[in-house]
């Protein structure tokens, strides 16, 4: 089993929806949680960090934390063409010593 | 805040030749730095954790000797690929934790490091 696992997609979503993206850890003593984007060729940039149950809003973003089913997920709101990008889920073990990432779920908004 | 420099951003080098890549936290010191590769259209793969002043932390499969990496300080971690082959050739990321408070990682711009 991974330790962190995500659907690689592509998932597709018409503009103006709500997008998504979900992701499974397998590590139950992990502390920290983390969305990052990457667009094709670049480097990820960190869009939210959670670290306790329930959601955490971010503009359009919303982060949520379910440590009992060991789950998180990433909701977009009114997405953007520009929101197209590979979406990666990261979360720190239970040591905190290292970043574990998911394998990326690719987004795609559709005008 | 939180920016973290790498560079350079892309080189070409000749088979056999060795390759540094650096990676500075510009405004906050970082004891851990993390460094990555990636294939095109795969995901990360971390390579190795630096911790400053102490030696590298290398994942499973990772040659150290090939890959040899020197944190000297808490704002600063090279990546030297020595005896660089064309296998090597791939998308090489670093990223930084502060040191206090704040748990997330911070990524560099990347290298794209071809071989030939």
């Keep these: ?111 | 805040g939180a920016v973290v420099s790498q560079h350079p951003s892309r080189v070409i080098c000749k088979s056999g030749t060795s390759v540094k890549i650096e990676c500075r936290s510009l405004d906050f010191q970082a004891t851990t730095m993390f460094w990555y590769r990636q294939f095109p259209k795969k995901s990360l793969m971390l390579m190795a954790t630096s911790n400053e002043g102490s030696k590298a932390t290398y994942e499973q499969g990772v040659e150290k000797d090939k890959f040899l990496i020197n944190h000297a300080s808490l704002t600063l971690s090279t990546l030297t690929v020595t005896s660089a082959h064309p296998e090597d050739s791939s998308f090489y990321i670093c990223s930084a934790r502060p040191t206090r408070g704040i748990s997330e990682a911070f990524f560099g711009q990347g290298t794209r490091l071809t071989v030939v």
């Design chain 1, 1 to 111: 089993q991974k330790e962190v696992e995500q659907n690689s997609g592509p998932l597709s979503v018409p503009e103006g929806a709500i997008a998504s993206l979900n992701c499974t850890y397998s590590d139950r003593g992990s502390q920290s949680f983390f969305w990052y984007r990457q667009y094709s060729g670049k480097s990820p940039e960190l869009i939210m960090s959670i670290y306790s149950n329930g959601d955490k809003e971010d503009g359009r973003f919303t982060a949520q934390l379910n440590k009992a089913s060991q789950y998180v997920s990433l909701l977009i709101r009114d997405s953007q063409p520009s929101d197209s990008a590979t979406y990666l889920c990261a979360v720190t073990g239970s040591s905190a010593s290292k970043i574990i990432f998911g394998s990326g779920t690719r987004l795609s908004i559709r005008p």
